[in-house]
């Protein structure tokens, strides 16, 4: 199981980043992606959640919203950390729901 007290720095802020991202929705109660995130049991749905998640706030965004998008290398992490222990996910998803204020 993934700890955030174990990660680097650079990971850490990588998995902050998507959870400040992904916090758009909780903020809007459209939990659907945060929930799907959290439950996914292979990192091809993982893949999939984060594509549809990252389309949408990009549509957000060009359409002059407010929205903060994560860095490629920010995903990139979360992707990798992902293919070692599926527990990262949950670790966002909580983080997006604790940040959505």
Avoid: C, W
């Amino acid at each position: 199981m993934v700890k955030l007290s174990e990660l680097g720095e650079s990971e850490k802020q990588a998995l902050e980043n998507l959870a400040r991202a992904l916090s758009h929705f909780a903020r809007g109660r459209a939990y659907g992606y945060i929930d799907r995130l959290a439950n996914a049991f292979s990192v091809t749905t993982a893949r999939q959640v984060l594509t549809e998640a990252l389309r949408d706030l990009r549509s957000e965004h060009d359409r002059g919203e407010s929205v903060f998008l994560p860095r490629p290398q920010d995903v990139e992490v979360l992707l990798r950390l992902s293919e070692e222990d599926l527990s990262v996910l949950k670790i966002v998803a909580a983080l997006a729901l604790s940040y959505a204020r």
